[in-house]
Nanobody
Framework: QVQLVESGGGLVQPGGSLRLSCAVS????????MGWNRQAPGKERELVAT???????NYADSVKGRFTISRDNAKNTVYLQMSSLKPEDTAVYYC???????????WGKGTLVTVSS
């Protein structure tokens, strides 16, 4: 089994920054992808960013230039550095993980990010 535990959510003012972390434990795939999705109130879940075990990254257009995804392979941890936050970034952020090329089969429970003054 695989467990994902997110941390780092909270309340931040518009224009502020926040860093999310997600630690993966259990059955670790040697070649994998990690990422973040989010779901805002009343909206569908959407992809935010992904990063492969080779370091390749992918971002949603809405967060390009503001968010940075990174990972520490030794700690099996993925990070999402969020800057220049906007109220529309308010959402529950979910960590995702899976074998590369096979989809994100594992999801965390989510952490709430609220951007408000």
């Amino acid at each position: 089994q695989v467990q994902l535990v997110e941390s780092g959510g909270g309340l931040v003012q518009p224009g502020g920054s926040l860093r999310l972390s997600c630690a993966v434990s259990g059955s670790i795939f040697s070649i994998n992808a990690m990422g973040w999705n989010r779901q805002a109130p009343g909206k569908e879940r959407e992809l935010v960013a992904t990063i492969t075990s080779f370091g390749s990254t992918n971002y949603a257009d809405s967060v390009k230039g503001r968010f940075t995804i990174s990972r520490d392979n030794a700690k099996n941890t993925v990070y999402l550095q969020m800057s220049s936050l906007k109220p529309e970034d308010t959402a529950v952020y979910y960590c995702t993980y899976g074998r590369l090329g096979y989809g994100m089969d594992y999801w965390g429970k989510g952490t709430l990010v609220t951007v408000s003054s």
